[in-house]
């Protein structure tokens, strides 16, 4: 018999109905009210927490790590062959990384949500959860970290995108894959990520921003982010990792100030480089203490970095794991 934690957040997965709008109330519905209807094996015992009910848009970190807690709290009393966490799909992909840093748990740990609500004809709502539920069970999940199941596929939580606002498919991680399948209640693993990334929390979550570059685009809300105090700041430059040349001067003062600086790419596939030698590449970039966030999305980079951060991990290593 193996048993399964269920952590339910709200989302669309747990919305139905309002009477009044006729539109969707996110996270209306209990973990327990959804796994009713999941047709989960008889071989799985699943122990059901209904911790929040919120849009995931409503989420934040201190509830994600008081999901952790939360976890924490169950594993020191019982064992559970894994963990699922089921939440709005509008974050999911933060969340999920986000969790990843900071758990070390050797069982998996899954996220899943969906697209469509209990209520709609083809829901996707209870098959994944089922299908995390199932996953969640694999041993050949165990010291993979967190994962996301999705339409019958496994994504490792590092990649993860959400590629579609309202398709089934919802979830993609380009240019790496998904590291298994869901068929016929059978979970298939393909591939497994090579390292393990952690870093244990020692402070409080600084905040760290995402300023997006395009042509013409100047440095005020740089200026602005610096204003309001931020510790970190997140450019997702284009190509290679450029940002326009007007851009430099409030990017050298977020440096003098000691507020660290990531630049990421808006492109789907690829890793910023420094390729060019000119104002405003990434060389030029590099060359004024801006870190590279190599193949990392700007959301991810952003996690990664307000994580490093309150780590107290050395900055210049930190996108190396």
Do not use: W
């Amino acid at each position: 018999m193996k048993k399964v934690l269920m952590i339910a957040t709200g989302g669309t997965i747990a919305s139905d109905t309002n009477e009044k709008s006729g539109k969707l109330a996110s996270g209306v519905l209990t973990g327990e009210e959804i796994i009713e209807k999941c047709d989960i094996p008889a071989d799985i015992e699943v122990k059901v927490d209904s911790f929040f009910q919120k849009a995931s848009m409503h989420l934040n970190f201190t509830d994600l790590i008081k999901i952790k807690e939360e976890i924490d709290n169950y594993l020191n009393e019982e064992a559970f062959d894994g963990i699922v966490i089921t939440q709005g799909t509008d974050t999911l992909e933060e969340a999920s990384y986000f969790m990843h840093l900071i758990s070390n748990y050797s069982i998996p740990i899954v996220f899943t949500g969906s697209q469509r609500s209990p209520q709609e004809v083809g829901t996707d709502s209870f098959i994944n959860i089922k299908n995390a539920i199932l996953a969640a069970c694999s041993e050949d999940l165990k010291d993979v970290g967190v994962t996301v199941v999705f339409n019958e596929r496994i994504f490792h939580s590092r990649y993860v995108r959400k590629e579609h606002a309202s398709n089934i498919q919802g979830f993609n991680a380009f240019g790496y894959g998904y590291l298994g399948i869901i068929d016929n209640n059978n979970v298939r693993v393909f591939q497994k990520p090579t390292y393990r990334e952690y870093l244990e929390l020692k402070r409080e979550l600084p905040t760290v921003d995402i300023i997006k570059v395009y042509m013409d685009a100047d440095g005020k809300y740089i200026q602005t982010a610096i204003d309001s105090g931020v510790k970190g700041l997140v450019l997702e430059g284009v190509g290679r990792g450029q940002v326009s040349r007007t851009m430099m001067p409030a990017i050298k003062e977020c440096i003098r100030q000691g507020i660290a600086v990531v630049i990421t790419t808006s492109a789907v596939e690829g890793e910023v480089y420094p390729t060019y030698d000119y104002e405003g590449s990434t060389f030029d970039l590099m060359e004024n203490g801006v870190l590279l966030g190599k193949d990392y999305d700007s959301k991810k980079a952003r996690i990664k970095l307000l994580v490093g951060l309150a780590s107290n991990m050395e900055l210049e290593y930190l996108f190396d794991m």
